[in-house]
């Protein structure tokens, strides 16, 4: 299973693409991509890089787990909650920072 | 300090407004990334794990109060009241806006700075001894020849798209201070026969996946001919560099494949070409940029003897800082002082506005209003009259700045780590405090004395881990991280790379692993004068090996 991750252009905030095409700050309402959902994904790709607004853009593979979405990668975890020393709140999108394809 | 003259005002200003003019076309979706990406680049802009990250730079890591003051005020305006000290003197600020870098920009030429050429394949932010123009053990300031260096390396026609990044640090000293013997060009200053003092030129060092000690190029190199002698150098790394591999693009691996004898006499082809020519250094260049270095006022004082052990007596906690933070000055009666990032459990190379606020505020007031920047990620206030050390510790105590650790076991260099950085693999942070936390004892960092920890969390080697006595290198394991312990490494004159022991540790193991390697150090020391770095050498790495992995 994949999700699509990148960062919003004016803020450089983390953000995920959800089920109705948006670009949102919170994991777990990313839209998973099955593997058989290669052709819907790239098409996802084309209309996000068209936008020019996410920038940084890429696959991640997840899994669930207790049904929450967790990135396979220890990165993906970290860059999902902020950092983890010391602890701090990720970057949030502004108001000019919602992005939709 | 060094000011701008009218060619440094304008081409710092016409970049802000050319930059700002990119970021505008950016945003208005008139240039696309790929088309911007190299745009910001050069101009310290990058794009880290949560947002963008901006390195601005502080050349040869010298400021003002006004200077660093700005720096807090940007903090405080544009980002999350922090900023983060790094291992090349420079500051990096981890969450600006894409749309608030144009008025940050502006900010920083308000103050003479600015954040060119901190990224990209040119010559970066040329770095030097913390304690330039004040140590005692100095024979020359380094600083206006860094300056000179600045101006003729700032948009270098020929350098600005070299194979990949250049780094040059000098010392003056020859107690090296500053790793000269790391860098892509080390410079030191010398003394030849006739007493002129030159510059002994060091080529190919560097960490990173393929660490290596510099090699000596040329033993004197005199002032004159400095910029001559770098530029052939450079036109040399220009032409024959790789540009096939990046991971073989830096001059070590050219000056490794060729040899430096063939390096050397490229160097002295082109060299002899230039030399005497337009880049002949005038004395009275020399001399316009020296005067912006010239000592401070200093007042005549007898030179005074500091009692630290009977402060310690009335005072543990300032005697402590007295004993370790101190580094002696050329003129009697003042003292350099380090002002210590590395508070216990705190992140390497952090200082909040206040807190940069606070250090101006001592450094306009005791220090003749300059302030450096340590590769080491702490803060220095160069000029402080002996007289003045307890209001100067007193007021760090306030700004909770007054941790006398410098050169101890929990005054650690690490990099961001995978809690920022988008090339990491594992987290340098949390190991840095855990192993702060381990050894938070006064006591018993006073014990163990000299050691020098350096924490990378990838093999790009920003935390020096390979010349850390103890280096501890972060790296990715079937998804979780995984630390390599390194030891003898050692930055100085008496350059060394660190080796890997054995297998890696789990993050918490790791401050357990490294109280191992400490007791198995002091219980071998010949004595509390034999530094962990001498045991090392003369017990060799078996009593080092046995205590991280048994006897087996």
Do not use: C, W
């Given at each position: 299973m994949e999700i699509l991750t990148g960062n919003e252009l004016i803020s450089g905030a983390t953000v995920y693409l959800d089920r109705r095409g948006q670009w949102v700050e919170e994991l777990q309402e990313?839209?998973?991509?099955a593997v058989e959902e290669g052709e819907a994904r790239d098409a996802a790709i084309a209309a996000t890089k068209a936008t020019l607004r996410i920038i940084s853009l890429e696959t991640e593979?997840?899994?669930?787990?207790?049904?929450?979405?967790v990135p396979e990668r220890l990165r993906e975890r970290i860059r999902a909650k902020g950092p983890t020393a010391p602890v701090l709140d990720r970057q949030h999108l502004y108001e000019d920072g919602h992005v939709s394809i | 300090m060094y000011r701008y003259d009218e060619f440094d005002a304008a081409f710092v200003g016409g970049r802000v407004a050319q930059f700002s003019d990119q970021v505008r076309r950016r945003i208005a979706g008139e240039l696309n990334e790929d088309q911007f990406r190299p745009l910001r680049l050069m101009n310290g802009l990058y794009l880290q794990l949560h947002a963008y990250m901006l390195r601005i730079a502080v050349p040869y890591g010298t400021m003002s109060s006004r200077q660093l003051r700005k720096l807090a005020h940007i903090a405080r305006t544009y980002d999350r009241g922090y900023g983060h000290f790094t291992t090349r003197q420079n500051i990096q600020f981890n969450w600006p806006k894409l749309k608030d870098v144009p008025a940050i920009l502006e900010e920083l030429s308000s103050v003479e700075m600015h954040a060119i050429q901190t990224s990209g394949n040119c010559i970066r932010n040329i770095t030097t001894d913390q304690f330039a123009g004040?140590?005692?053990?100095?024979?020359?300031d380094p600083r206006p020849v860094a300056e000179i260096l600045r101006q003729w390396s700032s948009l270098h026609p020929e350098f600005s798209y070299l194979p990949r990044k250049f780094k040059i640090a000098m010392t003056g000293a020859p107690n090296d201070r500053a790793a000269i013997r790391f860098h892509d060009i080390g410079l030191q200053a010398v003394a030849n026969a006739a007493g002129d003092i030159g510059w002994e030129v060091w080529v190919g060092g560097g960490l990173g996946r393929t660490p290596m000690v510099g090699k000596m190029i040329n033993a004197y190199v005199p002032h004159e001919h400095l910029l001559a002698y770098l530029e052939s150098i450079l036109r040399v790394y220009?032409?024959?560099?790789?540009?096939?591999?990046?991971f073989k693009a830096r001059i070590k691996i050219l000056v490794h494949e060729e040899g430096l004898e063939t390096i050397k006499g490229q160097v002295e082809a082109e060299f002899a070409e230039v030399r005497g020519g337009v880049l002949t250094l005038p004395q009275e260049e020399l001399d316009r940029i020296n005067t912006y270095f010239a000592p401070p006022a200093f007042q005549e004082l007898a030179a005074t003897r500091i009692d630290v052990a009977r402060e310690a007596i009335l005072d543990p906690g300032y005697g402590r800082w007295l004993e370790r933070n101190l580094n002696s000055h050329r003129q009697p009666g003042y003292v350099s002082l380090t002002v210590s990032l590395k508070p216990i459990g705190g992140a390497p190379g952090d200082a909040t506005a206040e807190q940069m606020e606070a250090v101006a505020d001592l450094a306009e007031r005791y220090s003749f209003d300059e302030l450096?920047?340590?590769?080491?990620?702490?803060?220095?206030?160069p000029h402080v009259r002996v007289a003045d050390l307890r209001a100067v510790y007193d007021a760090l105590v306030a700004a909770e700045l007054a941790d006398g650790n410098a050169g101890l076991i929990t005054d650690m260099i690490a990099c961001p780590g995978l809690d920022y950085c988008a090339l990491a693999n594992a987290r340098s942070i949390p190991i840095a405090q855990a192993i702060s936390?381990?050894?938070?004892?006064?006591e018993r960092q006073k014990e163990i004395g000299d050691l020098k920890i350096k924490i990378s969390g990838c093999i790009n080697a920003c935390g020096h881990h390979h010349v850390g006595h103890i280096g501890i290198l972060g790296v990715e394991k079937k998804g979780g991280e995984l630390y390599q312990i390194t030891l003898g490494g050692d930055a100085t004159e008496n350059a060394s790379v660190g080796k890997i022991l054995g297998p890696g540790f789990e993050a918490e193991?790791?401050?357990?692993a490294i109280e191992r390697l400490v007791d198995a150090y002091v219980a071998r020391r010949e004595s509390p004068a034999e530094t962990f770095i001498a045991a090392f050498r003369r017990l060799g790495e078996a009593p080092f090996k046995e205590a991280l992995y048994g006897a087996g």
């Open positions: 990313a839209r998973v991509f593979k997840v899994s669930v787990v207790e049904g929450l979405l | 004040a140590a005692a053990d100095e024979i020359i220009n032409r024959y560099g790789r540009r096939d591999n990046k450096r920047v340590t590769h080491e990620q702490n803060l220095v206030l936390q381990k050894f938070a004892s006064e193991k790791v401050p357990d």
